[in-house]
């Protein structure tokens, strides 16, 4: 079978090379396919191969069938007849198998034949373009056609000689000498076996489309031509076999950038180019529709969880330690703003001229003020790059791998926290917090007030010119007379004695010792009676005269101001030579001091109750006395002048101690009762506290206040507090705590701002005076009210 | 919420007022712990067989008041639900509506009043009901007797004191027919009061004070008197005029020549008879405010001084026994007897109550804020012995209830409560701390009158619960 296969590949292989018979062979070639299939006895692998070869050939023959059948048209139907004779006579010699053929097949065959017949009785001659027609002879003439010069017209390259054997094995042959016919009917020789030299020779010298095989029209070795190893190439390649073929044509840009002067296409715009699609108006409807009904969200905000699905977050932190703040930080310093001169087009006073440029150029790159040089461009743009870059990073580096920055320890504390801490007004209860009572029913302000030594009665005296006395906690007014119809009563106070009920008070230039009786137990009215009517006649029996023996008219006059005011129970009246605004009473009770600032000598006074006697300790005053105090416990007598506080000693006489507070107007002063400090008022709105011990400045100012300060007041009965009255009305409460311990200094704690008081012609509160016993104290209003704070 | 609303909680309901005891034995109850005080309330009256008077009752759970729900209660004091609960109801006290006012033409700085359940009445056992008599002290120094209808019965004339003060600081009935005033005068007179002439008549004066008189007090069946003063001692006197010594004679207002020529120009044409005191207390250091005989025992006094210090005094021997020192000064006192509590109210605006027994270790049981001034009046509800009546100078009268009480976060104040209700001023619906104009100086609570409270307003206040 296979060297069969071989012989046929062989034959098909021709076909297209021949023209004409080979169309016969072609025929020959599919039948002989049909036969064998009919009477096929095995099938082995080689039939595919055969198989392909075959179509392949089978597609050329095709076209081939075409040309044949125009032809066959062409010839004339009356010589018809006798090829079909010759043939029949050929075919009785032919092969019994050709019967099974079909009858189309068969008259094609036949066709074929008679061609071939007719060919082969023209002597050698290929060519199929002829008609054959009878000559004068009888003879068939081959008359050609003009050839058509058209592709595959030209076969003149064709092989001479062609085995016509037909569909026969040719090992039918092998009998014989020769292997089978041409197409003139001449046998056709086996050719010649070379020896087996010249095929070792041929096997090593392998011509170009050698293949080893024998062809068996031939007997030669087949080789390849080069045109068919290009198509085997090509195949291989899977490349399109046929000639000329090129999978890269060169691009034609129809449509390109370029503006063409005659467009590719006159065609007008088309409509449809300015109509509305009505297509996408149809989906845009759609889309609206679905959006109307819902079907669609407009916006759909933008899902949380989605984001969360789709992301995922590695924390990279999260075996992070946490470390303490980092102390290594160090700030970078901070730099100087860049100047003029370093813009890129400094005003031309900032560019160096020429001789400092050389100087720059010439120094050395370190003992460089500057380490640029300005220079001036005309615009950014122009200005070139920074030649010094690299070189300054590399630096900049270098510096701060060499010499990192120190940190310099700094001593941070706040200053407020290392003064000690003020204990919380809460813990230092009880202090004055609310008004309690008010004592209305005066005229005009109220200039002072005092509280009697039981603590049960308030006295007040103001510009109405009465003196009233109130039931401290009720507010009910107990006792009242007018001391004077022009002046006010400038200063009202007990004396301090539990056995007895005086009171003194100052209008004008006189001073009133009051014994109120009504409210008074006849004891008490009496021991009071006693304690005033023991002076008289005293002044009297020693009367004081100068040298020259002219009675000097005494600084104090003492007398009884009248039945009228003595039915009242005020029963001793002193007159002194100028307005009395202070009174004081030393603690036993037998002294009292006044001031009356305009008084020049006169301006302070001690007045003995029990001898009603009246002195001038100071014949010359520096400074306008402002208030005097006696000390508490010693025989100190304080002054207070508009700018200092003097101490005597009444003993000694002499002068013990000035203290300088620094104030320009000293209003009031008190004494703490301990004795060793003394606060001080001033108009101008500060409150000073004096250690006596410590300096003659003042150990702490207070300014709280917005207006001057009228009076000041330590608590004394034993309470740690003090109080100021000021002329915004408001009175503020301090705790002063003085400790016994010298090294130790007072605690001065401000602790509450009463308010209540009204402020009428720029005065607020005139006055303070604390209970003796209790964390009370007493206020006196230039509103006309007096207010009892608890 | 389901379960707690479904939830009970045992009950086992009592009264200690005699007059609401439910007649049939209730036992245990179940109710729900969802119950406030209003429907417990109706509960009780249900229980009562109470259907057209109800009364308002306020519960009490372990001996304090349900203000929200049973169920709120158990849970702020820890109470298991499980746990029978002793649950006891009294008559709610219903807020006193202002119903009359006494005018004066000073302020009035004392009132008392004589009624069958008083102590006057008690001791005299002679007031008839609706015969109940309010006596008034004036800073004009007149004392007055009224009737309930406000008509001036009676008005004393003023003392011939050489020309003195005469405004009264104090008043008490001391039988139906004897009153007992001091003032600023210092003087404590013994008037004699006759309901049929209505007349006020001097009958005694005691002397023994140098400085004015803040308050009295009266024990009927012993006719003693103590008078506390300004000038620091508390005297003993009795009302009868013959078992008190001779007054000191440096106290009488003829003593000096000065008043004894007042004394002769204003001369009345009756003398009245001067006496002494039996004893002087002396002890306190200032001024003292206030003074009580201790309820069920007359030979044991209480008195508060502004020296911060409450004393306890044994009368027979003139000693103080115990002293109590607080913080502040102590301006009124009064006596919860079934208690053994003393009640005095300070200067620092609050009410202290005070254990006075020796064994006592905590000086303030309880202490009453609220006011917002001075509280310089006290008297205890003569119907139960939880409730207080103070008067303060802040223009108010405040009622008081001790059960009403949350521990304190001050230490030493023992438990803090808040008022009940509060009595303002008629006509002056708000308070300000200075009370000016409002003030109130003297409280009284009387079982049949009312609440009576006495003022700067120079009027006398009668409120009373309706209802009640």
């Known amino acids: 079978m296979a060297p069969n296969a071989r012989k046929r590949k062989a034959a098909t292989r021709d076909a297209p090379a021949e023209s004409g018979s080979e169309e016969e062979l072609a025929n020959g070639l599919f039948d002989g396919i049909l036969s064998h299939s009919e009477d096929e006895s095995g099938v082995s692998p080689d039939e595919d191969a055969e198989s392909e070869a075959s179509s392949v050939i089978g597609g050329l023959s095709d076209e081939d069938d075409e040309e044949e059948d125009e032809e066959e048209a062409e010839e004339e139907g009356g010589n018809e007849a006798d090829i079909r004779e010759q043939l029949r006579n050929l075919k009785t010699t032919d092969h019994p198998s050709k019967r099974i053929v079909s009858d189309a097949i068969l008259t094609n065959a036949h066709d074929s034949v008679t061609n071939g017949e007719l060919d082969g009785q023209e002597d050698e001659d290929p060519k199929p373009n002829y008609t054959v027609a009878i000559d ?27 085995n016509t054997i037909g569909n026969i094995p040719l090992s039918y042959y092998d009998k014989y000498p020769h292997i089978g016919y041409d197409i003139n009917g001449r046998k056709i020789m086996r050719p010649a076996k070379g020896e087996a030299l010249d095929a070792l020779l041929d096997s090593i010298d392998i011509p170009k489309g050698w293949t080893g095989l024998t062809d068996p029209a031939t007997g030669k070795p087949l080789n390849l031509s080069e045109e068919e190893l290009d198509v085997l190439k090509k195949l291989t390649r899977n490349e399109i076999v046929e000639e000329g073929y090129d999978p890269y044509p060169e691009m034609v840009y129809y449509f390109s950038g370029k503006q063409e002067i005659m467009p590719l296409s006159a065609a ?66 901070k730099l100087p703003p860049p100047g003029y001169d370093a813009s890129y087009h400094p005003p031309p006073e900032y560019l160096p001229d020429k001789a400092e440029k050389e100087a720059w150029l010439a120094a050395d790159e370190e003992d460089r003020e500057k380490d640029y040089l300005p220079a001036n461009y005309d615009a950014l743009r122009k200005v070139p790059g920074y030649e010094r870059f690299v070189k300054e990073r590399f630096e900049r580096s270098l510096d701060l791998y060499l010499a ?58 103001g510009d109405d010119g009465f003196v009233r006395i109130w039931e401290l906690l009720t507010g009910r007014e107990v006792w009242q007379a007018r001391l004077s119809d022009e002046d006010a009563v400038d200063t009202v106070k007990w004396r301090p004695d539990t056995e007895c009920s005086i009171l003194a008070a100052a209008a004008g230039e006189t001073i009133y010792l009051v014994v109120p009786f009504t409210i008074l137990s006849p004891d008490m009215e009496q021991h009071s009676r006693d304690v005033l009517d023991a002076g008289w006649g005293y002044a009297a029996s020693k009367p004081s005269s100068t040298t020259n023996g002219a009675i000097k008219e005494p600084p104090g006059k003492w007398s009884r101001p009248g039945s009228s005011l003595e039915h009242k129970g005020v029963l001793v009246q002193v007159t002194v030579r100028s307005m009395v605004k202070v009174i004081n009473w030393h603690r036993k009770g037998d002294y009292f001091a006044t001031v009356s600032p305009r008084g020049q000598s006169t301006a302070v006074a001690i007045h003995t109750l029990s001898k009603h006697l009246t002195q001038l300790p100071f014949r010359r005053l520096k ?30 006489q ?42 003659t400045k003042p150990y702490k100012t207070l ?42 200094n007072a605690t001065i704690v401000p602790l509450k701002v009463l308010r209540g008081h009204k402020v009428k012609s720029r005065l607020g509160a005139m006055d303070v005076e604390w209970h003796p016993r209790e964390p009370w104290c007493v206020s006196a209003g230039a509103d006309g009210t007096c207010r009892l704070w608890n | 919420m389901e379960l707690a609303a479904e939830q009970k909680v045992p009950i086992r309901l009592s009264t200690r007022d005699p007059s609401i005891q439910i007649a049939e034995e209730t036992g245990v109850l179940l109710v729900q712990t969802s119950l406030n005080r209003l429907k417990l309330s109706a509960l009780v009256n249900d229980l009562l067989h109470k259907d057209e008077r109800r009364i308002p009752f306020d519960i009490l759970i372990n001996g304090k008041f349900l203000r929200a729900t049973i169920d709120e209660f158990l849970t702020q004091n820890g109470i298991s639900p499980e746990t029978t609960l002793d649950v006891e109801y009294t008559r709610a006290l219903v807020p006193p509506l202002n119903v009359r006012s006494f005018e004066h033409d000073d302020w009035v700085s004392a009132v008392d009043v004589l009624s069958q359940s008083s102590a006057a009445g008690v001791w005299s056992g002679a007031v008839q009901s609706g015969q109940e008599r309010i006596l008034s002290a004036s800073y004009d120094g007149l004392l ?68 004015g008189v803040e308050d009295i007090a009266v024990h009927g069946p012993s006719n003693r008197i103590l008078s506390a003063s300004s000038d620091t001692t508390i005297s003993l006197f009795s009302a009868n005029a013959k078992d008190n010594p001779a007054a000191p004679s440096n106290l009488l207002p003829n003593s000096t020549a000065a008043s004894n020529k007042r004394l002769k120009t204003s001369r009345s044409e009756r003398t009245v008879p001067a006496r002494g005191a039996l004893t002087t207390l002396t002890g306190h250091s200032s001024p003292v405010s206030s003074v009580i005989f201790k309820p069920d025992d007359a030979t044991v006094a209480y008195s508060t001084s502004h020296d911060h210090t409450l004393r306890t005094w044994d009368l027979p021997t003139s000693t103080c026994v115990d002293t109590r020192t607080t913080g502040h000064s102590l301006l009124s006192l009064a006596a919860m007897p079934k208690l053994n509590l003393l009640a005095t109210g300070t200067s620092a605006r609050h009410i202290t109550l005070i254990d006075p027994r ?22 205890v509800d003569p119907s139960t012995e939880y409730n207080l009546l103070s008067g303060s100078h802040d223009g108010t009268a405040q009622i008081w209830d001790v059960r009403n009480v949350r521990p304190s976060t001050v230490v030493g104040e023992g438990q803090a409560g808040e008022s009940v209700y509060t009595i303002f001023r008629q006509g002056a619906p708000h308070s300000h701390g200075h009370g000016e104009g409002l003030k109130v100086f003297s409280v009284r609570w009387d079982s049949e009158v009312g609440i009576l409270s006495a003022g700067e307003d120079k009027r006398v206040q009668i409120n009373r619960a309706i209802g009640a």
């Open chain 1, 654 to 695: 002499e002068l013990v101690k000035i203290l300088q507070p620094g104030a320009k107007w000293i209003s009031s002063i008190d004494v703490h009762p301990g004795g060793d400090n003394i606060i001080v008022g001033t108009y101008d709105k500060r409150l000073l506290w004096h250690d006596l011990d410590l300096s």
């Open chain 1, 703 to 744: 300014r709280f206040h917005q207006e001057a300060i009228r009076a000041v007041r330590f608590h004394q009965g034993g309470l740690p507090l003090f109080a100021d009255a000021s002329d915004d009305g408001s009175l503020q409460i301090f705790h002063g705590k003085v400790v016994g311990d010298l090294m130790e």
């Open chain 2, 358 to 379: 020796a064994s006592a270790t905590q000086i303030a049981v309880m202490t009453l804020r609220g006011h917002k001034n001075a509280v310089v009046s006290l008297d």
């Open chain 2, 144 to 211: 007055r007797v009224w009737d309930m209808s406000e008509n001036v019965l009676a008005t004393s004339q003023p003392p011939n004191n050489g020309g003195r003060i005469t405004s009264l600081k104090t008043a008490k009935w001391i039988w139906d027919k004897k009153i007992v005033a001091a003032g600023l005068d210092s003087t404590v007179r013994v008037f004699k009061y006759d309901d049929d002439t209505r007349t006020i008549t001097q009958a005694l004066e005691l002397y023994n004070h140098r400085w």
């Open chain 1, 136 to 162: 004068a002879n009888g003879n068939p003439r081959y008359l050609y056609n003009e050839i058509d010069p058209v592709y595959d017209s030209d076969d003149s390259d064709a092989p001479a000689t062609t």
């Open chain 1, 623 to 652: 400074g306008i006395a402002q208030t005097a105090q006696f000390h508490p416990s010693k025989a100190i007598f304080f002054v207070a002048t508009r700018n200092t506080i003097r101490s005597y000693d009444l003993a000694k």
């Open chain 1, 268 to 333: 007008p715009e088309p409509k449809r180019r300015f109509v509305p699609s009505k297509h996408e108006a149809k989906r845009v409807m759609k889309i609206v529709k679905a959006i109307r009904e819902g079907r669609i969200q407009p916006y759909k905000p933008p899902g949380e969880e989605d984001d969360e699905e789709e992301r995922i977050y590695y924390d990279v932190w999260a075996d992070e330690k946490p470390r303490p703040e980092n102390s290594m930080h160090l700030p970078a310093p």
């Open chain 1, 404 to 461: 990192p920055r120190v940190r310099r320890n700094k001593l941070n504390i706040d200053p407020e926290s290392l003064l000690p801490k003020l204990p919380n007004p809460d813990d230092l209860k009880p202090f004055p917090t609310t008004c309690a009572a008010i004592f209305r029913g005066q005229q005009g302000r109220v200039r002072s007030v005092s509280i009697d030594p039981h603590g049960v009665f308030l006295a007040s005296g």
